[in-house]
């Protein structure tokens, strides 16, 4: 098992930047992928950015060119650097682990991009 506990959110003017980071309560170099989710009110959670332990990444087309993910694997801890935010960017955004058939959720951080 593992704990996911994300931080960096919060309130940032449009064209801004942000970093979030997720924490890992354990090694997360067995963890085959990792990857960043976005929910807004009454709409399904939506992929970000993934990236496997090889360090392939994908990106969700909406932030290709402005976001980039990574991961820090000695110190167990995923990262989602946001440049050129939009309003569009608002969401809760999630952590996600997948190690084996299971998937590990963080609690979620707030991102406001105000215009």
């Known amino acids: 098992q593992v704990q996911l506990v994300e931080s960096g959110g919060g309130l940032v003017q449009a064209g801004g930047s942000l970093r979030l980071s997720c924490a890992a309560s354990r090694s997360i170099f067995s963890i085959n992928s990792m990857g960043w989710y976005r929910q807004t009110p009454g709409k399904q959670r939506e992929l970000v950015a993934q990236i496997t332990s090889a360090g392939t990444t994908n990106y969700a087309d909406s932030v290709k060119g402005r976001f980039t993910i990574s991961r820090d694997n000695a110190k167990n801890t995923l990262y989602l650097q946001m440049t050129s935010l939009k309003p569009e960017d608002t969401a809760v955004y999630y952590c996600?682990?997948?190690?084996?058939?299971?998937?590990?959720w963080g609690q979620g951080t707030q991102v406001t991009v105000s215009s």
């Open positions: 996600k682990g997948v190690a084996g058939f299971v998937g590990y």
